[in-house]
């Protein structure tokens, strides 16, 4: 004999499954190639304050990494690669590519990618 649950039971149970639906599929996620160079700098919290560049900036710098990243329009593109500009060490991201993916069976997604770069200061000045 199979139990039946109350209606409200079961309205809970189909709420919170969407708003752990909706949680998962409301963040972006984002994965480094570090760059072939080699420059490494001190990991910053994640967190950190970082520039959001669509062209290379005018004064010097090392090239930390690559950065690709997917995200929902539910969050914010420089949210999805902050994370890991910061744990590289990161002053600016140069935006190489932001695009939407379209998709038949779901929601769009977008893709952002850049590189991770690193200033260079009298003391680290090549």
């Known amino acids: 004999m ?4 109350p209606p409200a039971i ?3 149970s189909v709420t919170l499954a969407s ?3 909706t949680a998962a599929c409301g963040s972006g996620s984002a994965s480094v190639k570090p760059s072939p160079s080699g420059a490494k700098a001190e990991p910053r919290p994640p967190d950190c304050a ?3 560049l669509r062209n290379p900036p005018s004064r010097k710098y090392d090239e930390l990494g690559d950065i690709y990243g997917y995200y929902s329009k539910e ?3 420089q949210d ?3 994370e890991k500009a910061c744990s590289l060490g990161a002053d600016a991201v140069i935006v190489t590519k932001d695009f939407v993916i379209s998709s038949v069976s779901g ?4 893709s952002i990618a850049g590189t991770a770069i690193k200033y260079r200061t009298s ?3 090549r």
């Open 2 to 5: 199979t139990r039946r649950l």
């Open 75 to 77: 969050v914010e593109p």
């Open 107 to 110: 929601p769009d997604r977008k």
């Open 50 to 52: 970082v520039e959001f």
């Open 19 to 21: 708003v752990t639906v």
């Open 123 to 125: 003391n680290n000045a």
């Open 10 to 12: 079961v309205l809970v």
């Open 80 to 82: 999805v690669l902050r």
